[in-house]
């Protein structure tokens, strides 16, 4: 019995001294693993954090060019086309929007370059593809712009109905595109966006105001001098006898009826 037992302890030592041994080993493993993973974490929080920088100056670029300087240049050059041809105020006017055209060009290719250096760019999101195509139209409209025909030439006509319609297109996708990128900057860091957001939405509907009411402000002045020159005309008659009034105000009140129809008509 006692020599059977002797190699049953041999045994079961060996057995024990092994599992004490593979236990320091897991052990071990474990403890590099977690170490590794938190210097890994904050390597990509550093990443991260440097990441968030760059996608706010790429937002910043992108929001002066497309959200602001092109938007601000088709205002200016709409309220260019009420001034006389060739006076110095539509020469200002004209130059104004070229320059802040070709710095939103010039601002919208720095972000474009920006985005396909330091970020993925595998172009499976609204965001990149509407980026892609955005920037694309932004380089056709400003060559576009550069081949303006002259004044009084038939080919005049047909570039200055491209030119409107792709630079609106180029405006309000510009505009839906930084709607977007602030949905993606949430989305990569964390961060709200409801402030930017609510604040880009005031200044969207400003200018589109003010683009609608340019058309109609100077017809809005023009029926507030028809209504108070008709007033003037009814309580003038209310002192004059009606005997006088038919006589002497009948080409008065034609000579008023001709130029009504020539402030509707100018």
Not at 9 to 25: E, G, R
Not at 206 to 225: A, N, P, S, T, W
Not at 230 to 250: A, F, H, M, R, Y
Request: hydrophobic fraction near 40%; charge should be positive; glycine fraction near 8%.
């Amino acid at each position: 019995m006692p020599i059977l037992c002797k190699p049953v302890y041999i045994v079961v030592t060996s057995f024990y001294v092994y599992v004490l041994q593979f236990s320091d080993c897991l052990a071990y493993e474990e403890e590099h693993h977690s170490s590794s993973h938190k210097s890994t974490n904050n390597k990509v929080y550093k990443v991260n954090q440097q990441k968030t920088s760059d996608i706010a100056v790429h937002g910043l670029l992108l929001w002066a060019s497309t959200g602001f300087l092109m938007p601000l240049g088709i205002l200016i050059i709409k309220g260019s086309i009420k001034a006389e041809p060739g006076s110095r105020r539509s020469k200002v006017l004209f130059y104004l929007h070229v320059g802040f055209q070709m710095l939103s060009v010039l601002l919208a290719t720095v972000g474009a370059a920006m985005s396909l250096k330091k970020f993925e760019n595998s172009f499976d999101n609204s965001h990149q593809k509407l980026g892609l195509a955005l920037y694309g139209a932004i380089l056709v409209q400003g060559l576009i712009g550069f081949f303006r025909p002259h004044r009084g030439k038939k080919e005049r006509s047909y570039w200055y109905l491209l030119h409107w319609i792709l630079g609106t297109i180029v405006s309000l996708v510009g505009i839906i595109n930084i709607y977007t990128g602030l949905k993606a900057y949430h989305k990569r860091t964390l961060k709200s966006t409801a402030l930017w957001t609510i604040l880009f939405t005031v200044e969207v509907s400003f200018i589109g105001l003010v683009y609608l009411f340019q058309d109609k402000l100077e017809y809005m002045k023009k029926q507030g001098v028809i209504i108070g020159s008709e007033s003037s005309i009814v309580s003038s008659n209310q002192d004059i006898p009606q005997s006088q009034t038919q006589k002497e105000l009948l080409p008065v009140a034609c000579g008023r009826k001709r130029n009504a129809l020539e402030n509707l008509f100018d």
